[in-house]
Each structure stands twice: as C-alpha cells, then as structure tokens.
C-alpha cells in the first residue's frame, strides 16, 4: 500500500499507524519507532570518520612524491634519511589531521544547530522537536513560513497553501485539501491531500499525520538518486587552488634549474633529486585551501559564541565586505516590548494608571482586546505578537478582562492580519447582528471609517484632525493603531473584507512604545565608523520610523528623507537607483518590496546584508549578498534562504559577525604572507647558494622539517590572531579584491629574499671563516628567521611592541615550541645523525639569532613606513567620504 496514501481516508491511516490525531503518540512510542525507521534525515555524503580523515593526509600527490623518496634513499642505502622522510611524513599528517578534524567538528556542530525543527503532538502536548526526530505516526503541526519536516496526509487543514517548487519546480503555490483522492494515477503536485518533506507551508494552517520519514520520503528518493558529491568550496578556496597550481609550475620550474645547475656543478645526482623534491614538497602550497577550510570552520564556530549562526561557509569570507546593512526596525533595531503609552479618543489624552471613566476611551481598549490574538499564560504572562500583548495588558491593567469580554461576545469570524493590509477585523455576536471590531496602521484604517463612534451614537468624524493626532504620536517614534467599529447583520458572517471593512466608526487611537535595543545604537556608530551603511527597512509609520532612526543615530537629523512603500512603488527602478544612495530609512514598506531595494543597492555597487523573517521576504534575503534571518522569531523559510541567522534577533550581532568577518579575512591573510614568504626564503636560499658559488646550503631533511612540522604549529596558531585595533574604523575590502592585494606579493618576494640573503650571508661568512658549523648554522637561520617573521607580521600594521607578546598566547606557544624542537634536533645526540645536525656553540648560535633579528626589524619597518603611508593618506582623504565599490 506503499505512496498511495493519498487515496486512503485520513483517520483510517491514523488508526492503521497507532496513533489518535487528538493526541499524538507518547516520548515511549516514538523513541520505539525511531529505532525501526531510523532518524527523519537525507543522508548526505557520510561523515568522514578520523581513520578516514588521517588517510587522506597521505593521498595528496606531493606527499606520495616524499613517500617515493623515501623509499629511493632506503634503496641507495640511506636508511637514516628514509626514517627521516617518514616521520616527517607522520607529523605534518598527524598536523593535517588535527586541521581537518578540528574544522569537521566545527562543521557538524554548526549543522546541528541549523538542523530543521518541527511542531508535533505528543502525548496531547505541542512541542518543537528537532525535525530528524519525526516518526511515522507523528502528528505535525504546519503554520505558514514553516518547512514542511516530513511526507504527510494532511488531516486537518485552515486555507493552506503548500509552496512545492522545491520538489516539482512548479513554482505556483498548492491549495492543500484533506479528502481522499480518487486516481491512483496523480503525480506528486496532484496530490492535493498530502504535505512532501523540503516544501513550505507558504499560507495557513494544518494538521498532517507522518507516513514517511528520511529516506523514503519523496524527496529522500529523489536525493537517492543524484550525485552527492556537493561542491563546498569557497569562492577564495577555488581561487587558492587555482593560483597555487600556477604556482606549482613556477616551482617545479625552479627545482628543475637547481637540480640541473647542482649536477652541473658535480654534487650527487641523488642528493639533488632528493633536494628539488624537497623543495618541491615544501614550496608547493597545495595546503592553502584546506587551511582556509580550518580558518573559515573555526571562526564559523566562535560566531555562534556571539550568537551569529552561520549557514553556508563563504559567507564567512565575504561577511567582512558587507558595506550596507539593511535592517528590520521591529525587534532588530528594537526590543519589540512594546508598552502602550497614550490613548487618544474623541479628542481626550488618556494615559495607563489614570481612572478609565470615559466610554469612549473604555470602548477603545474594549475593541483592542477583542480585536486581538495575545493569549494569557500561566503566570499572568501575555503571549502572541508584541503589539497586542501590549493592548491585551493595556486593557487588563485598566480593568477589562480579555476572557470575560470574549466570553460575553466570542469572536465568530476574523480577517487575519497581515503586513499588507496593515489591519485585521474580528465579528462578534452583537445583539440580533454582529460588531466588527478593526483595529491597524492609522493610513489603512482611518480611510475606512466615516464618524466618531460615541456611547450615545456616532457624530461627524473630522479624519484630518485624527490623522494630525496619529502623526504627532508616530513623530515621537510611537506605534499608532487606529481602533473602529461597526455593526453588520447576521447574514454578513461570512463577507469579504471590503464589504465588512467600510463605514467604520474610529473610536481611538492608541500609541505604544518599542523602545531601541540599548546597544543598538553603538553597533550604528560602529558601522558608521567602518564604511558601513545602516539602513532600516519597516512596515511602520514614516514619522515613527524616522524618529527610532535619529534616536539610533542611522539619520542625522529629523529632516532626513523617508521612502514609503507607496513612493517606491511608483518610482522605476532608476528613480530607485538614484535615491537610494541617500536614503537611509524605508517605512511602510510591504516584504516584496525588498528585493526592489536590495537590487537597486546592489546596482550602486553595493555589498548588502539584508534581514528578514517571514515567508515574503526569502527572496529578497536570497538577493542580498548576505541574507540574514532571525533565529527566535524568523520563519524557517526565511532561515531557508538566509546564509546568517542572528539567533538572538539583534542588529548589534549583524556587526559582531561584520567584524568577526573581517577579521577572519586577515587572518587567512595573514597565514597566507607567512606560509608564502618562508617558501620564498627557501626558494631563494636554494637558487642563488649556486649562483654566488656556494655549496647547497641545506639538506632535503632541514627543508622538509622546517616546512612540514615547524612551519605548520605558527601558522594555524594564526587562526587565534585577535582583531586589529582599527579593525572597525577601515571601509570594507571590496568583494573581489585579491588575497595579495595591498603589497602581499612585494612582501612574500621581498622579505623572501631577505631570509634567503640572511641564511646565505651566515653561510659564506661560515664558511669564509672556518666554521665547521656552516649547514647547521643555515639550517637554525631559516627556522629562527620564519618565528621571528610570523611574530612581526600578527598585525598588518601595528607593530609587536604594542600589540604585547601574550595577547596571542596559541602563538606565542607554538613560536616557543618551535624553538625547543629546533634546538632539540641541533643538541640531542640521538638527533643530531638523524638532521645531520652539529651542536652549534653560543657565539654561532648568537649570529644566527642575530640575523633573524635582522628579518624581524625589516618587517617591522615595512609595517612602519604602512603606517606613514596611510596616515598621509588618511590626511588627504579626510573629506572623503568612504564609498566602497564592487569591482
Ligand atoms: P518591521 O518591518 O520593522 O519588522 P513592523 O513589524 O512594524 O515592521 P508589520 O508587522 O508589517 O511591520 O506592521 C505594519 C503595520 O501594521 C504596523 O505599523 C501597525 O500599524 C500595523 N500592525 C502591526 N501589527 C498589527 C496587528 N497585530 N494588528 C493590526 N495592525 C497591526
């Protein structure tokens, strides 16, 4: 009977799963069936398990060439080197392992918390489950914006519409019914009585009974049959590897030479294929992508401490070039604890905690109580939306219980809310009629009304005089709802809105405060001072919009332009396009407007960040360059769409992610200039030693050791680099801008060239002086020179002295450890056969701690004369206003 659920009754099937709709199965039922059915997952490329992990460290192409080497030296005989070889080997995989499974973890941990949830009955009880929970025999509860968690007959449903484009492409939303389907024949969109796993409830309400879970759900089966292998690199990975291919040719290029031009002067033919292999295997920077990976996983990690989920890896890199924010002011910007301040009915102020002795005033809060969805809770607590919490408390601190009102007249119709709209209605029994009660936005509401509701009959309603009160409300950063009434026939129950919705008599206006989130404000300034635009986007009033705005610093004045919904609607996109340049606050505007100013941005060159939380506004959060949805109060079709989700809803936390951007960005940077500028030491170390006459200066151990275990303990330790002081008050890198760009190449050349002079200049000296010592002594340049230079290049420009040595205490271990192992290998006797290594004495081993100093104050002075450059340039651009472009 398999997949013809939909031509079976619902009940029946309920019966035939064990479970009564009312009540959902129990914890013990469903923890049963979970072990037969197993977890409601698309099982995706498996995990890979640590054995898996540490074999891969040895399938890279370079590490089998080490591997072949090695077994050349035991052939010839040299069995020291090849122990050598492949303890090398062992540590920089074991290094690669820890890299790699450190960034799984990471990885795994953040899935976890992205993982889907879902609304089910258990025992009788509604509970939130994480969605790979589900059971066949669960009852789901659907709302709209939710991601439908499994396939189900639907059993109960309230005008709901199913989004299926994800399973059928077809991109119409499907009006779901329950009754049972008469052909076998129906293809998935035809089945109109059941829910399919991956689609979205995009309208309504309903009730389903789960009859398959994971893999046997229609879209498990489609998963089942294609291709896998999901592409997750990174835009900044992908151009990594690319480069570093070309690299590798420049590079083979160059051992090539230094093999020929070492035969040519009569060294061994085996010792210089072991040397251009090694040089080989440690110059190539095959490994670059993978420690983006770590960085990017890692820094992915920390923002969830900061509560910043971030939901596709890249957007990590990219975060740091956000130069426009665009933010919900509700809950965002604000608290969404909205406290109602001021009644104002039929020209008389009441304010909360005055006696409540005017009928009109006593009819207002009477009609937002009735007009209303907040529930109470147990503890006298209101739930439901925060504007009507607020009206439902207005009410019940001035005496008028919700319940008892609703008791005397219960609501029997509504029309529902929405942010188009901008109002809602319910009916009530009113005599042998009914009562209308709309409560909404002033703009939609008072058009609609055509008196002065009054206990002894309604008079003559003076609408400009109410819509002056409500816009002298909104100007103090108010939210103003208009409160109106009308009494309908019977027979009316059912009627459209623009039927029940008209003749309306205003009773009230009342006003409530949201007030701004305390720190939000500094996270404006700090955008501000970092090149970024913050810019509110809010189905609220213009006047209250611009009034929360100035507050929070986004505008400077309470002239700053406002651009409504409506105005936006009739302008095209280049009047658009010319406005919203400057514009920094948008009211009244409806969620599907987004996508216009997102794209009108964009089109400015703008990197936008974009928030948002209902079903309407996924595709504008799909059109930013970060969407952003909420955690707390966003649907999951906005998550869906979003690459970050703020799970405590906060703007603040946008710009805690922009920084943390930013300053994962310059770590990579960074790690890229040191793991660089070392393999451009050793190249040229090796090239020139034969050009100025010298004899190879270093054997294939020392390069492998220095490359594949010293090098590789600093470098990561980079990833614990904090942020550089002025890390908010520089604009933001544009998106494209090359990792190399601002002098990185000049550096790695140049610097380069200045270790590889360093540890020749030891060696002739050496060498010119009788020092036994001279290898060993080139061997502890270039290591001691690669800590002196990861020390100097923490900042990009600040220099150490200021920074402190402990602020970066991963680092500062790793340099230490470094150190002990290198003078481990120049003074234990049972390692010096082994590096081929003599003990060097203190004056030997004073010169060569000398000229790292050398390379450590070069970097400093190149950091020094940054420094002097930018301020100059800061000086000339100081009326300049930062304007970031997309190149
Ligand atoms: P943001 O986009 O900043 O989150 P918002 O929450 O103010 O804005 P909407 O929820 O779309 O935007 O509300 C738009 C307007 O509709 C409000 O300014 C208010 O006037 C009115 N409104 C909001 N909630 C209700 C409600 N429950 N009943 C009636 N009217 C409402």
Known sequence: MRAHWHLREAHELAREHGVDPALGLDEAEAALRALKHGTNEITGAARRTPVALLLDQFKDFMILVLLGAAVVSGVIGELVDTLAILVIVLLNAVIGFVQAWRADRALAALQQLAAARATVLRSGQRQVVPAARLVPGDIVLLEAGNQVPADLRLIEIAQLKIDES???????????????????ASALGDRLNMAFKGTTAAHGRGTGLVVATGMATELGKVAGLLDRAVDLSTPLQKRLAAFGKRLALVVLAICALIFVIGVLRGESPVLMILTAVSLAVAAIPESLPAVVTVLLALGARRMVGQNALVRRLPSVETLGSVSTICSDKTGTLTQNRMQAELVHADGRAWRPGEPLADPVQRETLRAAALCNDAVLGEEGRWFGDPTETALAALAADAGLDKSALEAESPRVAELPFDAVRKRMSTLHPHGTGLLVCTKGAPESVLPLCDSQWRADGAVALDRDAAMAQAETMAAQGLRVLALARREVARADVGADAHVLEQGLALIGLVALIDPPRPEAAAAVHDCLGAGITPVMITGDHPATARAI????????????AVLTGQS???????????????????????????????????????????????????????????????????????REAASL?????????????????????????????YAMTGNSGEIWTLFLA?????????????????????????GLALAAEPAERGIMRRPPRPPVESLFAGGLWQHVLFIGLLIGGMCLAVQAWALATGHAHWQTMVFTVLTLAQMAHVMAIRSESEPLWRQGLASNRPLLGAVLLTLALQLA?????????????EALDLAELGICFAAAAVVYLAAEAEKAWRRGRKERGADMALDTPVSPTRM
Not at 549 to 560: H, Q, S
Not at 690 to 714: A, E, F, Q, R, S
Request: hydrophobic share 50%; net charge neutral; with cysteine.
């Open 690 to 714: 034969p050009m100025l006459g010298l004899p190879i200066p270093l054997l294939p151990i020392h390069i492998l050791w220095v490359n594949l275990v010293t090098d590789g303990l600093p």
């Open 568 to 638: 936006l609607a009739e302008m095209d996109d280049a009047a658009l396009r010319a406005r919203c340049g400057e514009v920094r606050v948008y009211a009244r505007v409806d969620p599907a407007q987004k996508i216009r100013i997102v794209q009108a941005l964009q089109s400015l060159g703008r990197f936008v960040a974009m928030t948002g939380d209902g079903v309407n506004d996924a595709p504008a959060l799909r059109q930013a360059d970060i969407g952003v949805a909420m955690g707390r109060g966003g649907t999951d079709v906005a």
């Open 645 to 673: 989700v703020l799970l405590d809803d906060n703007f603040a936390t946008i710009v805690a992610a922009v920084r943390e951007g930013r300053r994962i960005y310059d770590n990579i940077r960074k790690f890229v200039r």
């Open 825 to 837: 290998t120049i003074y234990v006797p049972v390692l010096q056969p082994i590096f081929k290594t």
């Open 166 to 184: 994800a399973l059928t492409g077809e991109s119409v939303t499907v009006d779901k019914h329950t009754g049972v389907l008469a052909e076998a």
């Open 549 to 560: 705005a100035l507050r929070l610093g986004i505008v400077g004045d309470d002239k700053a």
